[in-house]
Structure formats: C-alpha cells, structure tokens
C-alpha cells in the first residue's frame, strides 16, 4: 500500500472560533497542549513544523499570526526542542527549510480550515523511526465576524519599531568598511578601512578615539575608478600554540588583497591573494577565507565565490575552491554555532547585478525567495546567524531615501521582520557592536549638499542585544 507524506510530518488541522481576547491565541494554546502532552513522556525530543497551509478565509497575516503563537508555545517548554524552519508564508502556504530535518526525530504539518462561524486546525505527528503517523488530533473554537474583520487587518503598523539608529557620527568620503571586534579581555576596538589606510580607534567617554594607524601600498596594476569599493575582515585564529588577530583587505582598484597578523604591538602583512576575502568560515570541519573577485575597476563581483583553506594560521592557497553564484554587489554570509562548537556556514546572501536579492542555502544551492512585494536591494549584512539587513534601491536624486529591510535568519529561515525609511543613500552596512549591543553599522551618504554629507550609523533592536 502506497503511503504519502510530506517529507514525514505531524499533521496538525484545527477548526476554531474565537473571541477577540483569546482568539487564535485560544486556537493556538489548545494545538500546543495537545503536541506537548504527547511528548510529555519523552526524552530529548527534536521536531519542527515543516508544512504549514491556510485553507481557512483569514489572511496571511492571521495564519502567520497563529503560526508565532503556536512557535511561542512549542519553544519554551521542555523535553520539546523545537526548531523553527519557516522561510517564508506566502498564498496561503508556508515554505520551510527541509534541508535541517535530518536533525529532527519528529516533524509537524498544520493546517487552517474555516468550518462556518468557526476555525479549525488539525495535528499530526509523524515519527521518523517508526516511519508513520503516532498522533492526529483536531481542535475548534468560535470566530465571530467582528474578531475576523480584526484579523483581517493587513498592517499593524509594527514594522519600524524593532531596529532603530542608536548613534550617528560624522565619516569621511570613500571609507570602504568598518569593522568592530571584541578583544580577548572584553575591550572593543573601531577598524575604518580606506583605500590608502586603517585606522584604528577606541571609545572614551562614549566617543571615537583614534590611537593606531598603518599605511597600505599598493602594487601594479592599479585601476582607476570611479567609486571606490572594498572589503575588510576580521577574526581571531588559533594557530601555532597562540591567537592572533588576523585582519585582511582589498578592493575594486587592485587585482590583489593583503592579509596582515597583529603581533608584538604591530601589523604584520603576511600574505597575499587574488581575491578579496569576505568573511572566515568553516565547511566540513575545515576553516576557509572566503570571497570573490571585483570585475576590474567596476563596483561589482565577478559570479564566482572562492575559498582557501585556512590551516595552523596559513593560508593553502594551492587548495582553492570555486563555487559559481550570479554576478553581485553585495555578499554576506551566515553562520550558525548551535549545533557544534565551531560555527558552520548556514546560509548565503546576496545582492545580485540586477539589484535583486538572492538567498543559497550552506550547500550554495539557491532556494527561491517570494516576498508579497518584490524587494530589491543595494547593499546587506548577517548578524550572528540571526539577523540580516538589506538596503532597498530607492535612493534617487530626487528621492534621497532609502529603505532598510531586517530579515530573521536563525536556522536557515528568512522571513522580513522590520523595516525602516531613512534619510540618505545606504553606501555599505556591516555587522558589529557599540559598546556591548550587536547590530548593524551602516555607511550613508545625504545629498545636503551636490557633494554629499557622510555619515556613520549604528542600528540596534531597542529591547534587547540583538
């Protein structure tokens, strides 16, 4: 006898009614009691919702609404590990990260119906090693018309109040990057990258302190451009017995970057490479200095990410790898530490040439993005596995806004969160802190003048680090 499921899954439909009060929150503690109360008896149980649809009349928003709610439950009460995998909820559907079910003991399927005046959901629960359905259960409550036209609603007008600019300082014309990092005994430094230079700053009494600064030469050929665009990187290593803070740079005016060391109260260049590194990451246990290429002089990537492996503090140049990506302006990549001691990739983000934003999953395979709006972008970054920012390509001459865009990308998810207009045109934004909160720096340009007014933003969430 054939049988079908959805990669394996709980099925869960529930039909309720419900007052405005307690209405899906009702619907959604009912289904939660039901899936714990099976798993009450059960040691280190892994599961996650992987199909979720919305067969009922309410909106997406509603059926996203019961989804959090019911998430919200499922995380917080152990022996249940719960994970969430959403990507997206888009027509009625949900799209999920299948990719992470081989972790799972246990998988989930919701379903919304609308039964009359009330709505309905239904569980199932099917267990991977026994290979079959262990628990089905179906609940209900009433749903008057006046808490449908409430859920009807389509903006809550919540969408600017998650992140927000915590500080503004004034920056100079063609600063490349910005970097923070964390030292070893709990200290910050401030890395401002520019074509000819880093400067290195602390702060004291909540401002910018500038104490160290080190030149960069640059050989033949050398390209002339029109913007200058680069890349700076930062990380501790563990080679050789001691930990040392590597630091690299490069850009769109040379075909090579420079990797330097910090030792003995100096900057020491240590190698070079055909590639401008982005980010150090870790695939298959083995630590790797990952980038691209800059089309020559232009302001964008060629379609190739390269990888060096990263061994005792050296680079293994002879043992590049390449992994094709469209063309991009922008690229960050995820990694996520959950699972094991050392941080693995977990996801790729980019900006592609045609200003769309595009998403990869750890296998640098491309997973569709659909949003109810079609998002563009200039410019990204990835927090900690958790967050990424993009910037919208509105900014005009006559339009001197731009939008940013704040995805949640825990467990390979992405799902757009918050967003927020601002004043200028977004140039770069990268990951970091001020003093001990996470977020995004990010670079903008206002057209006060023809020539423009730089400027340095730090964004935070506003209750929590992020």
Known sequence: MKRYFFVGCIFLFVVSAIGYANGIETLALKASKGILNYFDSKNNVRTSIVKFDNFS?????T???YYQLLVANLETHPPVKFTDLMINFHKKRGKFNLNRIDRLNYL?????IKNRDKLGTGTAIFSRSLDKIVYIKYFEVDFSAGDRDLYETRDYGFKSTGFSRQIEIDADKNLLD????????GTYRYFFYYPEQIEIFKIENNLFKKYFSFKLEWGRPYYPVMDYEGRLSLFYFDGNGDSRLYLTVGGNFSPHSKVFYFQDNQWRETDTIDFVPIKLIQLNGIDYLAGARY????????????LIPFLSGALQQENLLEKQVPPFYSLDFSTNNQHQQEPMLETIHLIDTDYNYRFFAGDFEERIVVHEKKKHGSSLAALDGQWLAVSDYSFTINNNNDTLYFYKIEEGSNRLVYENRMNGQVIFISPGTWKSRKGFWIYVKKMKNEHGDYHLQFWSKNNDNA
């Not at 009349?57 to 928003?61: A, E, I, K, N």
């Not at 989930?108 to 919304?112: A, S």
């Open 57 to 61: 009349d309410v909106s997406d928003l």
């Open 178 to 185: 910005f970097k923070s990092i964390i030292n070893p005994d």
């Open 63 to 65: 059926a996203q609404k």
């Open 295 to 306: 089309d020559e002089g232009k302001n964008y990537f060629k379609g190739k990410l390269l």
């Open 108 to 112: 989930i399927y919701i379903k919304l």
